[in-house]
């Protein structure tokens, strides 16, 4: 996988991917990483990227010229000449799962980030293929939002997470949230492991995370429960 971020801050973008998981990615060449900083595309020598808005209104816009000549030096690299284009904004499509998972089929991926009071529709209509929210709030930028969706797509990328840190087994695999899980010391400030998960009875295990995992559901998150009760036909 290719990233390519259009970004007015680079280094949040660089310092923080680079750190952990996604940092090893790189490092192991599983995933590239390409930053274009917008204010390098800015029009006039006071590195101006953002203007009144027509109509009037508080807040600054982020114009077409520096977000469209940043995506154009990004275009210049052959493995973008087909690839989405990602806008993060919270006027779009709430991100989840499948949508990690949709885009972790893409060979590459630029992920534009806003400003200010947002971009110029006009650059957006041109240039953008998704537009995606992380949640119904509003951030001060598009670069937290980039980050999580190059985080939740990239360990869904093979090899990214070894075998101990394995995807399949998780929250949302099967439509449900994922079971409570111990490690050791088996007593801890009085709190005991479940005695199931020390019988090493496999086949109870499972049942008794099955359990969990659809108790936790329905508790903290009822309408996804819903949706797994439909999907499966059961009552
Ligand atoms: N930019 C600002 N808020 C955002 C959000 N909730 N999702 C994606 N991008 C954003």
Not at 176 to 182: A, F, K, S
């Amino acid at each position: 996988m290719h990233f390519t971020v259009l970004t007015l801050f680079p280094e949040l973008i660089r310092d923080t991917f680079m750190t952990g998981i996604t940092g090893r990615a790189v490092a192991n060449g599983l995933i590239t990483l390409d930053t274009v900083n917008i204010r390098d595309h800015a029009v006039n020598a006071y590195g101006s990227v953002d203007d009144y808005t027509y109509g009037g209104g508080a807040g600054m816009l982020m114009m077409c010229e520096p977000v469209y000549n940043a995506f154009a030096e990004a275009k210049k690299k052959p493995e973008n000449k087909d690839c989405r284009v990602v806008y993060l904004t919270p006027v779009g499509k709430t991100f989840d799962e499948d949508t990690a998972r949709d885009l972790s089929k893409e060979g590459s991926l630029i992920l534009l980030c806003g400003h200010y009071e947002g971009v110029d529709e006009r650059v957006l209509d041109e240039i953008v293929t998704d537009r995606i929210s992380i949640g119904d709030y509003v951030l001060t930028g598009g670069e937290l939002p980039a980050l999580i969706v190059m985080d939740a797509v990239s360990r869904l990328i093979p090899g990214v997470l070894g075998n101990d840190e394995s995807s399949e087994d998780e929250s949302f695999g099967n439509g449900l949230l994922e079971y409570p899980q111990y490690t050791r010391p088996p007593k801890w400030h009085d709190r005991e492991v479940p005695e199931i998960l020390l019988s090493g009875d496999h086949k109870k295990v499972d049942q008794y995370r099955m359990r969990e995992a659809r108790r936790k559901t329905k508790e903290l998150r009822p309408e996804l429960y819903g949706e797994y009760i439909k999907k499966r036909g059961i009552f």
